[in-house]
């Protein structure tokens, strides 16, 4: 330092923080969903390097463990370094290249996203669209898909906007028949409601890591089926995105463990740990659990009143739009939930915004308990309005 | 569940993981170093939402904490949802348009990840090079700018592969003077170099986590001064990376408070307490006991008969590129220090593989105690082979 002559130092930022403190939160959102304690646990581990032997082990214990909850044995299947939207976007990255017409089934807030994304990597985007709620039909994507003939048809599997599950079973088979990549949003549903990629044909599927998996934001999965990488390799120009790019990414996950980017190590150490939650409860006792507390929530809800927005046949046990009630100032009620209760529930979004609230129970916090409570506090509120 | 029909669930990747256990590494290395205690536990802490009052509050500190570390008074200085090269794509991907001209010095390997990036946001990149380990002058750099009048000229203050510090003073001067952006990597400097951004004269900036702030990797430093943040404005093409679109980003941490991605909660919470443990310190004496380590070290390894790649007047405190004596096996070296003492150093990276070991002394792990026992760690593997 002797040889520079520097300026003098501002402390005009050089702020007082106190020691970190947050209340105690019971997160009934949309997400992020409280992490389980032995994910927390495992995330504040000391670090290793991002090439020591110990940490090449784990990567493949997260990728295998990740295989079992999507239910795939797709080769490239890795946690991206970003929250979900970081995954989402790698998905189109890699695969969208410019011109190609992306197929995209609008029916909530994260369809539009998937516009958004794929606009910029360059894709012709079509959209097929439904209102917000509502699901699609074989016959609804057959049509779509004989109008556009897409190079990739896009779907959100559990649109968090809206509550609903689109029903993916047989829609392989039409992508097939028109040689498109089906590419699925996984987000709301990986390890909490049913979902077999490799079954159901999907090409392209990416999640997060803090809805029904309980791991904090962070981290986000990528699985490329054979189909997917064909298309990826066969690409004419680069992968827009360097970051995510999953040529060199893959390298790095694969046989080669070349240097990419520095992965987040601490956020893989719970990432692992969050999936081994996932494969020792085992998926049908997973999903299980999902569908019963959903179902208590709805019971109790109906009591007071509330309906849902989602139809019965097509709702996500993970996520609950439940309708406001005429007169209840929805906002007022989530405050209220915080502040006398610590319990975060959502807003509305997009067109449901104002209409709905959005009741999330996700992974660890999938509990009779949180029902319960919730329950009885939803009603203090609306007595006490 | 009922209603639909479930194929089986393949248990072929359920595999039955261990609680995890890593060994207690020493990371001497070029990143990831050593979290502080501190940073660990705030990581582990219980989580909140991404739009909670509180994680507002958190918010708030981080930036402003963040532009002491960096001594800046820009506005849109944040937390990337990413590592490192995420920050440094956002850096580029935010400010390059198509057919910018992108003058990057090239002495190093971050010097050519500069170019990869910025030839995919679809800049004209032209390479203003140097040999590996030598910085750029204010005359070479002139006459750069005069041949190639860019629209951004990129440099790398701390190059980890080189272990050079590139001065910075009068840069700026001569941007203005060409009407080009001053766009600076500050990975391996941020919080253990002297740097003064706005002194300086730097436009954009990017950092790590994981180097001299003693934070795991997942979240990266990003600022943009005005010019930068009107060139940002001015775009007439979209931002082409969704998930780092600071025109988007910037209204989450801003006052809007706009949604766009869920931020990785818990790696904020680090990432403030990392960045408390610089304000508390103070950067004079922050950048002091790194300058104080690493001069031991020097020293250390002159009595070991090691010499040092980078020259002194432009050597990093918190890397050193130490060249591998002749006759010895470099990476056999590396393996025995970590199977006997725990101690990760690096490889040489690029055109410097094979010539030089990488050893950081950053943030938390720039102590004496730490550079004795690498010096004696190294005096045993050298004496015995």
């Known amino acids: 330092m002797s040889s520079q002559t520097l300026p003098p130092i501002s402390n005009k930022h050089q702020i007082s923080a106190l020691q970190l403190d947050v209340p105690p939160r019971l997160l009934l959102g949309p997400g992020p969903s409280n992490a389980h304690p032995r994910v927390l646990q495992a995330l504040g581990m000391r670090q290793v390097g991002h090439l020591d032997p110990s940490f090449i082990t784990l990567m493949n214990e997260v990728q295998e463990l990740l295989r079992y909850a999507w239910q795939t044995d ?57 209102p917000w709620g509502e699901v699609f039909s074989l016959d609804d994507l057959r049509a779509g898909l004989e109008t556009h003939r897409p190079a990739i048809l896009a779907l959100v599997h559990a649109e968090t906007s809206t509550g609903a599950r689109q029903p993916l079973e047989g829609i392989s088979n039409l992508c097939r028949e028109f040689d ?61 995105n360097w970051y995510l790019d999953m040529t060199m990414v893959s390298k790095y996950w694969g046989k080669e463990r070349t240097y990419h980017h520095t992965a987040p190590i601490n956020m893989n150490y719970a ?36 309906s849902c927005h989602a139809p019965y046949e097509y709702r996500l046990p993970s996520l609950t739009t439940a309708i406001i009630p005429e007169g209840v100032d929805g906002k007022a009620v989530a405050v209220y939930l915080r502040k006398n209760y610590n319990i975060e529930i959502a807003a509305g979004l997009g067109q449901l915004g104002g209409k709905v609230w959005r009741i999330g129970l996700m992974g660890f916090n999938s509990r009779q308990e949180n029902v319960t409570l919730l329950l009885a506090a939803l009603k203090d509120v609306l007595g006490s309005f």
Request: glycine share 12%; aromatic share 6%.
């Open 74 to 130: 797709n080769q490239l299947t890795v946690p991206v370094s970003g929250t979900g939207s970081a995954a989402m976007e790698a998905s189109l990255a890699n695969t969208v290249e410019p011109g190609d017409v992306v197929l995209v089934g609008v029916n909530g807030y994260f369809g539009e996203r998937l516009c958004d994304m794929a606009g910029r990597c360059g894709g012709d985007v079509r959209r097929l669209e439904k």
């Open 180 to 240: 498109c990549l089906l590419l699925v949003d996984t987000v709301t549903s990986l390890g909490g409601v049913p979902l077999f990629l490799d079954e159901w044909g999907v090409d392209v599927a990416y999640s997060g890591s803090q809805k029904c998996l309980s791991c904090p934001p962070g981290i986000s999965p990528l699985t490329l089926g054979e189909r997917a990488v064909e298309k990826l390799h066969r690409r004419k120009s680069q992968v827009p």
């Open 271 to 306: 990432f692992r740990e969050a999936l081994r939650l996932v494969a020792e409860e085992g998926l049908e006792a997973r999903w299980q659990r999902h569908q019963n507390n959903a179902e208590l929530l709805w019971e109790g809800l109906a009591e007071l009143g509330i």
